[in-house]
């Protein structure tokens, strides 16, 4: 059985960090492709970051330069680290993986088979 077990999650204010981890369990992280996605309050969920298996990343726009995803395989676990946080990043943090190692920030989330169950991320103004 796979399971994805997101923690890390919290309240900052504005302009500080928080660094997100995803424990998987029953997947081995390598060779797959694992993303985060986020789901704001009355807004759709939407990409975050994606990691291939060659290690090749994709962000979204709006987290570029301040966001940073990686992966331990030997620990199996996905990171997500975040500076500069504002309150439109606010969110439901999930972390999600595929079966194959190859995806971008495009990539449809009903391709991800393995989803966590989230971490809330609260940014104070």
């Known amino acids: 059985q796979v399971m994805l077990v997101e923690s890390g999650g919290g309240s900052v204010q504005a302009g500080g960090s928080l660094r997100l981890s995803c424990a998987a369990s029953?997947?081995?992280?390598?060779?797959?492709?694992m993303g985060w996605f986020r789901q704001a309050p009355g807004k759709e969920r939407e990409g975050v970051v994606t990691?291939?298996?060659?290690?090749?990343?994709s962000y979204t726009a709006s987290v570029k330069g301040r966001f940073t995803i990686s992966k331990d395989n030997a620990k199996n676990t996905l990171y997500l680290e975040m500076n500069s946080l504002s309150p439109e990043d606010t969110a439901m943090y999930y972390c999600?993986?595929?079966?194959?190692?190859?995806?971008?920030?495009?990539?449809?989330?009903?391709?991800?088979?393995?989803w966590g169950q989230g971490t809330q991320v609260t940014v104070s103004a």
């Open positions: 990691n291939e298996s060659t290690g090749s990343t």
């Open positions: 999600a993986a595929r079966t194959v190692g190859y995806c971008d920030i495009w990539t449809h989330q009903s391709h991800f088979p393995y």
């Open positions: 029953g997947i081995s992280t390598s060779g797959i492709c």
